[in-house]
Nanobody, 122 residues
Framework: QVQFVESGGGLVQPGGSLRLSCAVS????????MGWYRQAPGKERELVAG???????RYAEFAKGRFTISRNNAKNTVSLEMNSLKPEDTAVYYC????????????????WGQGTQVTVSS
């Protein structure tokens, strides 16, 4: 069973930065691609950014130019560097992994970790 442990969230002022990390453990033999997602209160979970096994990246429009996704294949971790944070970035952030890129893009998963709360407020 794959487990995702997200960390690095917190309270930050508008314009600030945070770096989120996700450790992936368990049976990851078929897990090639990874992604970061977020869910704000009352809203559906949405894609923030995805990264393929080979390192190609895709970002949601709101994340372009502000967020950077990266991965460490040796350590089975994926990170999200977030800069110029805005109050609308407030959400619980999750990671996930799948060998099917369409699942990464389509937010199509049956299980999730606990996530890490990001709150952007003055």
């Amino acid at each position: 069973q794959v487990q995702f442990v997200e960390s690095g969230g917190g309270l930050v002022q508008p314009g600030g930065s945070l770096r989120l990390s996700c450790a992936v453990s368990g049976s990851i033999f078929n897990m090639n691609h990874m992604g970061w997602y977020r869910q704000a209160p009352g809203k559906e979970r949405e894609l923030v950014a995805g990264i393929t096994q080979g390192g190609s990246k895709r970002y949601a429009e709101f994340a372009k130019g502000r967020f950077t996704i990266s991965r460490n294949n040796a350590k089975n971790t994926v990170s999200l560097e977030m800069n110029s944070l805005k109050p609308e970035d407030t959400a619980v952030y999750y990671c996930n992994a799948d060998r099917n890129w369409s699942n990464i893009m389509g937010v199509n998963f049956s299980s999730w970790g606990q996530g890490t709360q990001v709150t952007v407020s003055s």
